[in-house]
């Protein structure tokens, strides 16, 4: 009996240590743009007294935040204090900067942010919550399994009654149209927008167009062709794109293909109008892999991933083209861009002027694929947090005021949430700013505008179908197999 | 000459079951001595991770997307599902994926290790220059963490990463003007005419990025295996082998007849390790390949997080459970065989008859 039970001990042993250690494991690797997983990054306003006025006014409204909206002088809650936000969205610096203006507002509030990696939010946030360490402030997104609403939207305070007491009745019509209601979630806002966002286009180093004569408009399947094998000459590649990840950028050229064949078709299979496998996608899935055959698409997008390496191979110039959305446009400035070359290993950078293309007519079908987007995030105050004072007049002054949202559209990181504010594009140090203002304004424009939702309705199932799709695509998979393995993985999400 | 003492609690120190002042004293048959120091780590082993495996056990029970919501009660009894998640997981293609790039980084992570680890463990053993330097070499992959050097095996492996420039330099891939890689002539032939036509120099696709990952384990368990079979070379008597040398036998017939056997307990005690690294597998596929292209280096580590953060809009709590549970009988059972394996005798009489055997086969062979 003995003899039985002692490696049997030894076995049950090691199979624990197997359970338990199963998912140890560092974090997906760093994009050289972003910060480092975890960063935090304190603006180290408050003072002494304040820190404890702000902690005894966030205890007093712990069991009804509601109560003392508007109360003090501040932006309707506490004027001291200490909060802690969380996001995997803004960039580190882009924060300080949001946090270093609101200082300047209220000093007596100190806002320590963390940023996270996408992928490291989700897991971070699910165990804080369970434990109750959440930050008293963070980021919730219209959909997806990063910060989506879905995930987090019960741990969030309503801030409807906020917002209007704040803004009044007509609060809402302030936001950009549809915005608050992209973070509304089971009858609740549970964020406040801080900004839209939108994809499906290009991005270009108008600099390498130059310097090798091509034109900074291809509109043409065969003009995006003929330019690839100008920059191949070159040495210059063409098109980066990384696909080795769970992350969905890869996938906004399936759908900017799909759109350019039959525009509306992807969000008719988005709402199960339509399924996955139709004669639309795969005849995208064919044209992706026409485009690696033609050598517009390089052949290690499936071993690298958007972020970081094809970011690094757009900063640091190896690539002339990359598919970006309009958070892209923060590398346009002087300033980041520089930062951001060095992130991506340039020594000694010389900045560069970077435009946004409209993707080309793929299918040559006259369809010129538009525009994509949505809130991209907003920001939601912990139900359960003592600090939600403070947390509001954070949030409120970012997302709500005039002033906030000036540092927001600075950032030309988003698309204002807020009406009637756009960036001071004359003071934003951009590299060729003669040229770029004007293409940036009509961007924003044209994202403030988009006809359609980016992530809003694509459940993280049809998102994984539709990366292993073109994962499969990439490496020499059947167009139509493809297809009907992404209808078969997808899942719909209700339209609300 | 002074003797050092080591003070003790009285209860603790173990008493000679003989006397003091002539008297024999009874064995005592209370707690074992020693109980007071072993008993925190205890706790903590049995609380933490007994618990958790207990935990996990429950979860199972619950439906496969079950997640805890704000008010969840801990123990969600009125949610219980019983055993149905072990049947959907049976069902599932993935699991069955992971199971079979387990079972293939097993079977060649472990074949490897055990023959680089002996050949460098008999080389070292034999007096070789800078015999002290080329150990460290060796085992220094085992002390870098995967998680460091991920990024670092991302590079290798890239399309213009350093292996394909060695290849390139060999004379084995071209560069075309796209700047894509690819076989030269006679290679590419050969590679279609056996089959492997798939398999090209961008490394980190569906057909070869299991492989990588295979290959990213060796690198850095090899060194491992080797300070085990150093060390148990060690202990091999040296008159078993006097005794082959007396009998005629060759570097090669000494190292597959007399040490080779000898090093059982190690092997199989590497098996062991080994089965429980791949089943436990995370890290590289993770940071690697992110288990990918298409769930091509997909293991069950990487598919019970993928159930909680990834593949689904809300984690699917019962469903990683039900996989984690999975894995822990998995790990256990492979422990129990390999080590019934490898039971039955002792240690001496197993030296004894591998000594007999070893002298049966050199006279086989003489």
Redo the contacts between chains.
Sequence with gaps: MR?ITR??M???A?????????????G??KSDTKDTSGTETTADAGTDAGTDAGADEGSDSTDDGTEDVGSDEGAGGATAGEVTWWGWTPDTPVAEKYIAAFNEVYPDIKITYVNYEN?DY??TM?SA??TGAGPDIFDVSAGG?VG?K??WG??AEDLAPYAEAFLGADWKDQFATGYVDQLTYEGAVVALPLGGVAADFFWINKDLFEANGVSTELKTYDELKAA?DTF??A?V?CFTMG????DTFSTELLRTIMSSIQPDMYMKCLHGEESWDNEVTIQALQIVQQMQAD?II???A????QYPESNNNFMSQKAAIVQMGTWYAQYAAEESMLGSMEGAGVSNPTPFTMLPMVAPDFAGLGNVPEYVGEADYGLAIN?DSPNKDAAWTFVSWLTATQEGQQKVANAIDLVPALLGVSADWDNLGLVSADIQIPIFQQMFADAAAAPESRNLYI???TG?AQV?AM??I???GDPAAIAAQMEADS?D?PVE | MAKSVTAAPNDLVPHSPKTRGGATRRRHHGAPPGIAWILPGFVVSVGL??F??GY?GFLSLLPWDWR???NSPMFDSEALEGLGNYAAALQKDLFWTCLKHTLIFFLVAYVVQCLMGIIFAAILHSKVYLGTLWKVIIFIPVVV?P?IM??VH?RV????GPINWILQHLGLINVD?????NWTGWLSWLLNHIGLS?V?P??????TSLWVIIAVQIWGSIGMAFILFFAAMGQIEPEILEAARIDGAGNIRVLWSVIVPNLKPTIVSLA?LNA?TA??L??QP??I??G????SSEF??TY???E????????QYGGAATL??M???L??GC??IM??GS?GQSPAKQAKKRARLAKKNLEVAA
Excluded at chain 1, 14 to 26: D, E, H, I, V
Excluded at chain 1, 302 to 305: D, E, G, L, V, Y
Excluded at chain 2, 177 to 181: A, D, L, S, T, W
Excluded at chain 2, 202 to 207: A, D, E, G, H, V
Aim: charged fraction near 10%.
């Design positions: 003899k490696p049997l030894a076995a049950l090691a199979g624990a240590m197997a359970l338990t250690m199963a998912a140890c494991g560092g997906e690797d992928a989700a897991p699910q919550f369970q399994n989506g879905q995930l019960e741990y690839c191949a000459a040495g590649q696909t080795n990840s769970t050598g390089s052949q290690d499936t071993s690298i991933k139900i459940s993280a199932e994984n292993i994962q499969q990439l490496t020499g899942v999400l | 991770i007994y958790c495996i996990n805890p919501g704000r963490a998680a991920a990024p991302r492996f890239a399309v213009d003007g796209m700047g894509n890689r798939s090209t961008n490394w980190i696709q569906p057909s062991i429980i089943l436990k995370f890290d993770y940071l390949t992110a990918g292209p298409a769930h069950l580590g019970i997080y993928g909680l953060f990834q593949f689904h809009s809300k984690p984690s549970i894995l822990l009988v790990a256990v422990s129990i080590s019934a039971r």
